[in-house]
């Protein structure tokens, strides 16, 4: 089975709040993490990445968390906005050295 | 830079007949991946290519299924004969350094076969 997985695939929230999309990821061995948005009728759109050796990373309005002693990922949108409805993929390189990438998560700004 | 660029958008056609996916990377970038999404499955990687050459193709599901890249600004997935359970959205992406890096992912070719 994959190796990643999401905890919730729908998420709905008003805007301006902040959201929080988990992952959870079962390869220990697992150095390299991505989270990926994707509007309806697009590709994945790269958001932010983050490296096992690290635990928090920050972009615009975008943080990413890693916990590896419980093999969990976060996503956190700061001041979610309408056009931040998307689904949201988080994907792993797992111990194959492939590219994982979970079923997804929903989210739904609403105004 | 205009991304990876896919055509067509969308594709119909019968069950039985050829189907050709065209992609064209992001200059530079020499690895290349061709992935299926469908609800069922989400997204499965199909095959990728370093520098033209097929690296792994474990994930194409059977013969019915070819890729090839003639050159560095292009590649075609094809399917002969088409059945309707290939019916799905194939994405090609593209990057600097395989998966060390992010994957750059074109706006897919939606393929429905009747």
């Known amino acids: 089975g994959e190796s990643v997985g999401l905890h919730l695939p729908t998420l709905s929230v008003q805007e301006g709040d902040n959201s929080i999309i988990n992952c959870a990821y079962s390869?220990?061995?697992?150095?390299?993490f991505i989270w990926y948005k994707q509007e309806s009728g697009k590709g994945p759109q790269f958001i932010i990445d983050?490296?096992?050796?690290?635990d928090k990373r920050q972009g615009q309005r975008v943080t990413v968390l890693l916990n590896k002693t419980v093999k969990h990922l976060s996503l956190q949108i700061a001041a979610t906005q309408p056009g931040d409805s998307a689904v949201y993929f988080c994907?792993?390189?797992?111990?194959?050295?492939?590219?994982?990438f979970g079923k997804g998560t929903k989210l739904t700004v609403n105004p | 830079d205009a991304g990876v660029i896919q055509s067509p958008r969308h594709e119909v056609t019968e069950m039985g007949q050829e189907v050709t996916l065209r992609c064209k990377p992001i200059?530079?970038?020499?690895?290349l991946f061709w992935y299926r999404q469908t609800m069922m499955r989400g997204l499965e990687l199909l095959i990728y290519?370093?520098?033209?050459?097929?690296?792994?193709d474990s994930g194409m599901p059977e013969d019915r299924f070819s890729a090839k890249m003639p050159n560095a600004s292009f590649s075609t997935l094809k399917i002969q004969p088409s059945e309707p359970r290939d019916s799905a959205v194939y994405f090609c992406?593209?990057?600097?350094?395989?998966?060390?890096?992010?994957?750059?992912f074109g706006n897919g070719t939606r393929l429905t076969v009747t």
């Open positions: 992406a593209s990057s600097n350094r395989g998966y060390n890096s992010p994957l750059h």
């Open positions: 390869n220990s061995a697992s150095d390299y």
């Open positions: 983050i490296r096992s050796n690290m």
């Open positions: 994907a792993e390189i797992d111990g194959s050295e492939k590219l994982v």
């Open positions: 200059s530079g970038h020499d690895y």
């Open positions: 290519f370093n520098n033209n050459v097929p690296i792994d």
